[in-house]
């Protein structure tokens, strides 16, 4: 069974620092494309970066470009979000989501989400 | 980047058909067949329910379908159940220097 599960959410100052992590199973990791989609409170959803199985790609939302950084460990699983500079905008549920091997798509698993709140 | 737009809000009654647009340009939608629609539950993350324009993934009723014209898909719900009131979001590749976009939201209500 395809799992994904985020962590390391939480409430942050403006001007500060927070790194998500998503821990995959049930699937071959290193073979798939990810992404990270985050939702403010009562909004929709806005996608935020994407990279490619061996991490070699990698696009940014114009909304988080330089400062925040994707990155992946295909030994451990794992995807991660370095998020800096956080603002209050930022504030949002943040999804981790597998691509399809077979087409060119954002999500065909998802993950809880974990709640970023960016606030003094 | 602009997200692609879409009804705020669409409804039906109980056995009816619904359609949902969502109009992009021709750097996304009207460029690539790689539009996908997702529904989401209150509290509930998303869930792929059409790619690839007119896909659907395994386990999907096939009440969903999907279509596109120019810069414009859509997504229909036939046979509209109660279950089916949630949000649905349109995304697209885009060639743009990002690589994905989505809709604004279209909220479903069953009457």
């Known amino acids: 069974e395809v799992q994904l599960v985020e962590s390391g959410g939480g409430l942050v100052q403006p001007g500060g620092s927070l790194r998500l992590s998503c821990a995959a199973s049930?699937?071959?990791?290193?073979?798939?494309?990810m992404n990270w989609v985050r939702q403010a409170p009562g909004k929709g959803l806005e996608w935020v970066s994407y990279?490619?199985?061996?991490?070699?790609?990698?696009y940014y939302a114009d909304s988080v470009k330089g400062r925040f950084t994707i990155s992946r460990d295909n030994a451990k699983n794992s995807l991660y979000l370095q998020m800096n500079s956080l603002r209050a905008e930022d504030t949002a549920v943040y999804y981790c989501?597998?691509?399809?091997?077979?087409?060119?798509?954002?999500?065909?698993?998802w993950g809880q989400g974990t709640l970023v709140t960016v606030s003094s | 980047q602009s997200a692609l737009t879409q009804p705020a809000s669409v409804s039906g009654s109980p056995g009816q058909s619904i359609t949902i647009s969502c109009t992009g340009t021709?750097?996304?939608?009207?460029?690539?067949?790689?539009v996908s629609w997702y529904q989401q539950h209150p509290g509930k993350a998303p869930k792929l329910m059409i790619y690839?324009?007119?896909n659907r993934p395994s386990g999907v009723s096939n009440r969903f379908s999907g279509s596109k014209s120019g810069n414009t898909a859509s997504l229909t719900i036939s046979g509209l159940q109660a279950e089916d009131e949630a949000d649905y979001y349109c995304?697209?590749?885009?060639?743009?220097?990002?690589?994905?976009?989505f809709g604004t939201g279209t909220k479903v209500t069953v009457l």
């Open positions: 690839d324009v007119s």
């Open positions: 990279i490619s199985s061996s991490g070699s790609t990698i």
């Open positions: 049930g699937f071959t990791f290193s073979s798939y494309e």
């Open positions: 989501a597998r691509g399809e091997m077979t087409t060119v798509v954002i999500g065909g698993y």
């Open positions: 995304s697209s590749y885009t060639s743009s220097s990002i690589r994905y976009v």
């Open positions: 021709s750097s996304d939608v009207g460029g690539y067949n790689y």
